[in-house]
C-alpha cells in the first residue's frame, strides 16, 4: 500500500487531516526584495535527501513537461512533501506539475486521481468528488479512488455513501484496507464499537509486512478507541503506530492533543520541539507550552510566530487552516468571538469530529446557545460516540 493512499486513508483530522493545505496564491501586498543578494527563506532541501530528490524531479519535469508518467510522480512526491513539511507550497507544484492536463475535462486516469487529491487538499471538496465521480465512472475497479472518494466523503459528513464506496474495494484490497476505510465512517456514525472490533480484528489478522498500511490502521484505532473514552487502549494503539513512524506529522499531532486532553503537556515538548515548520505542530507546542509555567518565554515566541503565520495565511488567501487558528484564538487568544466565527466558516466546509469539537467549545465560550443546539442535534442525527465533547444538557435534544 502506497504513502499516497495511506494519507487519503486518514479520515481524522487532519487530518487529514491531516494534508490540511492549499495550494496558496500570491500576497495580497508582496515583499519585494531589495536586491538579488537578498535571502527570502532557507529551504531544507540541502539536509533532506527526500527533497534533493524532489528538486531533482522538478529540475527534470521542467524539461519535459509533457511527460505524463515524470509529472504524475513528481505531483505525487510534491504531495508528499506537503503532508510530511506543512508547506502549502508543495501542493502548488504538484498542480504545476499537472498543468498539461490541469484544465482538461476528461484528462488521463493517473491525472485525474492526482487532481481530485490536490482539490480535497485545498478543501474544494465537491470538485474532488467531481473527478472521482468521472474516474470511478471509466474506471469502476480503481481501489485507489474508491478510498479517496469514501475519505473525502467522510469529511463531509456524507457517511452512508462513504461506507458504500468501502464496501466495493473488498473484492479490491487488502482486508485491513478495507476494515480501515469502513471503521472510520462507521465509528462517525453510530456504530463506533463494532466499527474498533472490526478493526482490531483485521489488524491482529494482518501480516507485518506493511508498516504504512499497519501505522495508518494503528493511529485509526487509536483515534476511535479515544473518542469511546477508553484512554489505555488508544494510548496503547498511539505508542504502537508511532513505533512504526516516529515523524508522521499527523499522528505526532493526534498524539499530542490525546495528552493536553489529559494534562500531560510536558510530554508533548520532546514530540514537537524540533517540527516547527509545521503550523499543526507548533500549535500544539504553544498549548503545551502555555500550560507550563517554566515555558512562558517559549511560550510568549511561539505564540508571536503563530499570530504571524495566521496573519500570512490569511493575506495569501489560505482558508484551509481555519480550524487551527480557531483554536489558536479560543485557547491562546481568548477570543471566543474570533474563535466561533472561524469554527462557523470551517464547519461549513468540513465536518470531523475535531470541526465539531471546537465549535462546540467556542459556541460555549461565547454563549451562543443556538449553536449549541446545532452541535447536539448533529450529533444525535449521526450517533457520533466523543467522550470529549461536552454537551450541556439544556441543548441536547
Given at each position: 500500500m502506497s504513502r499516497h493512499l495511506q494519507t487519503f486513508g486518514r479520515f481524522a483530522i487532519a487530518s487529514l487531516a491531516s494534508l490540511l493545505l492549499a495550494i496558496a496564491p500570491a500576497f495580497a501586498e508582496p515583499y519585494i526584495p531589495?536586491?538579488?543578494?537578498?535571502?527570502?527563506?532557507r529551504l531544507p532541501e540541502k539536509n533532506d535527501p527526500a527533497l534533493r530528490d524532489l528538486k531533482r524531479l522538478r529540475t527534470a519535469a521542467s524539461k519535459h513537461p509533457a511527460d505524463l508518467a515524470l509529472a504524475t510522480r513528481?505531483?505525487?512526491?510534491?504531495?508528499?512533501?506537503?503532508?510530511?513539511?506543512?508547506?502549502?507550497?508543495?501542493?502548488?507544484?504538484?498542480?504545476?506539475?499537472?498543468?498539461?492536463?490541469?484544465?482538461?475535462?476528461?484528462?488521463?486516469?493517473?491525472?485525474?486521481?492526482?487532481?481530485?487529491?490536490?482539490?480535497?487538499?485545498?478543501?474544494?471538496?465537491?470538485?474532488?468528488?467531481?473527478?472521482?465521480?468521472?474516474l470511478i465512472a471509466n474506471h469502476p475497479s480503481d481501489g485507489q479512488a474508491l478510498l479517496t472518494r469514501a475519505t473525502v466523503l467522510t469529511v463531509q459528513g456524507k457517511?452512508?455513501?462513504?461506507?458504500a464506496d468501502c464496501s466495493r474495494i473488498a473484492a479490491l484490497a487488502a482486508p485491513l484496507v478495507v476494515a480501515a476505510c469502513d471503521a472510520a465512517p462507521a465509528s462517525l456514525s453510530g456504530a463506533a464499537g463494532d466499527a474498533y472490533r472490526s478493526l482490531l480484528t483485521a489488524l491482529s489478522n494482518a501480516a507485518d509486512n506493511d508498516a504504512v498500511l499497519r501505522e495508518w490502521a494503528l493511529t485509526l484505532a487509536a483515534e476511535i478507541a479515544d473518542r469511546r473514552g477508553?484512554?489505555?487502549?488508544?494510548?496503547?494503539?498511539?505508542?504502537?503506530?508511532?513505533?512504526?513512524?516516529?515523524?508522521?506529522?499527523?499522528l505526532i499531532a493526534a498524539y499530542c492533543d490525546f495528552l493536553l486532553d489529559r494534562g500531560r503537556a510536558r510530554e508533548v515538548l520532546p514530540l514537537v520541539a524540533n517540527q516547527t515548520r509545521n503550523d499543526n505542530l507548533l500549535l500544539r507546542l504553544a498549548l503545551a507550552e502555555r500550560?507550563?509555567?517554566?515555558?512562558?518565554s517559549a511560550f510568549a515566541q511561539h505564540r508571536r510566530e503563530l499570530a504571524d503565520r495566521f496573519d500570512a495565511a490569511r493575506r495569501r488567501g489560505d482558508a484551509l487552516h481555519k480550524r487551527e487558528e480557531a483554536r489558536y484564538r479560543l485557547t491562546i487568544e481568548n477570543d471566543a468571538a474570533g474563535a466561533l466565527r472561524l469554527a462557523r466558516e470551517n464547519w461549513q466546509?468540513?465536518?470531523?469530529?475535531?470541526?465539531?469539537?471546537?465549535?462546540?467549545?467556542?459556541?460555549?465560550?461565547?454563549?451562543?446557545?443556538?449553536?449549541?443546539?446545532?452541535?447536539?442535534?448533529?450529533?444525535?442525527?449521526?450517533?457520533?460516540?466523543?467522550?470529549?465533547l461536552r454537551i450541556p444538557a439544556a441543548h441536547r435534544p
Amino acid at each position: 500500500m502506497s504513502r499516497h493512499l495511506q494519507t487519503f486513508g486518514r479520515f481524522a483530522i487532519a487530518s487529514l487531516a491531516s494534508l490540511l493545505l492549499a495550494i496558496a496564491p500570491a500576497f495580497a501586498e508582496p515583499y519585494i526584495p531589495g536586491a538579488d543578494s537578498d535571502v527570502l527563506e532557507r529551504l531544507p532541501e540541502k539536509n533532506d535527501p527526500a527533497l534533493r530528490d524532489l528538486k531533482r524531479l522538478r529540475t527534470a519535469a521542467s524539461k519535459h513537461p509533457a511527460d505524463l508518467a515524470l509529472a504524475t510522480r513528481l505531483a505525487r512526491r510534491s504531495i508528499e512533501a506537503a503532508r510530511d513539511s506543512g508547506d502549502p507550497r508543495f501542493l502548488g507544484q504538484a498542480q504545476a506539475a499537472l498543468a498539461p492536463w490541469w484544465q482538461l475535462s476528461d484528462p488521463p486516469a493517473p491525472a485525474l486521481l492526482l487532481r481530485a487529491t490536490i482539490k480535497q487538499s485545498s478543501h474544494d471538496f465537491d470538485g474532488a468528488v467531481a473527478d472521482l465521480d468521472r474516474l470511478i465512472a471509466n474506471h469502476p475497479s480503481d481501489g485507489q479512488a474508491l478510498l479517496t472518494r469514501a475519505t473525502v466523503l467522510t469529511v463531509q459528513g456524507k457517511y452512508r455513501a462513504a461506507r458504500a464506496d468501502c464496501s466495493r474495494i473488498a473484492a479490491l484490497a487488502a482486508p485491513l484496507v478495507v476494515a480501515a476505510c469502513d471503521a472510520a465512517p462507521a465509528s462517525l456514525s453510530g456504530a463506533a464499537g463494532d466499527a474498533y472490533r472490526s478493526l482490531l480484528t483485521a489488524l491482529s489478522n494482518a501480516a507485518d509486512n506493511d508498516a504504512v498500511l499497519r501505522e495508518w490502521a494503528l493511529t485509526l484505532a487509536a483515534e476511535i478507541a479515544d473518542r469511546r473514552g477508553d484512554g489505555a487502549a488508544a494510548e496503547t494503539h498511539f505508542r504502537d503506530a508511532l513505533a512504526l513512524d516516529p515523524r508522521d506529522p499527523y499522528l505526532i499531532a493526534a498524539y499530542c492533543d490525546f495528552l493536553l486532553d489529559r494534562g500531560r503537556a510536558r510530554e508533548v515538548l520532546p514530540l514537537v520541539a524540533n517540527q516547527t515548520r509545521n503550523d499543526n505542530l507548533l500549535l500544539r507546542l504553544a498549548l503545551a507550552e502555555r500550560q507550563l509555567p517554566d515555558a512562558a518565554s517559549a511560550f510568549a515566541q511561539h505564540r508571536r510566530e503563530l499570530a504571524d503565520r495566521f496573519d500570512a495565511a490569511r493575506r495569501r488567501g489560505d482558508a484551509l487552516h481555519k480550524r487551527e487558528e480557531a483554536r489558536y484564538r479560543l485557547t491562546i487568544e481568548n477570543d471566543a468571538a474570533g474563535a466561533l466565527r472561524l469554527a462557523r466558516e470551517n464547519w461549513q466546509v468540513q465536518r470531523e469530529p475535531a470541526d465539531l469539537r471546537i465549535l462546540s467549545e467556542a459556541a460555549g465560550a461565547a454563549g451562543d446557545a443556538e449553536m449549541q443546539r446545532e452541535v447536539a442535534a448533529w450529533t444525535a442525527a449521526t450517533g457520533l460516540q466523543y467522550a470529549a465533547l461536552r454537551i450541556p444538557a439544556a441543548h441536547r435534544p
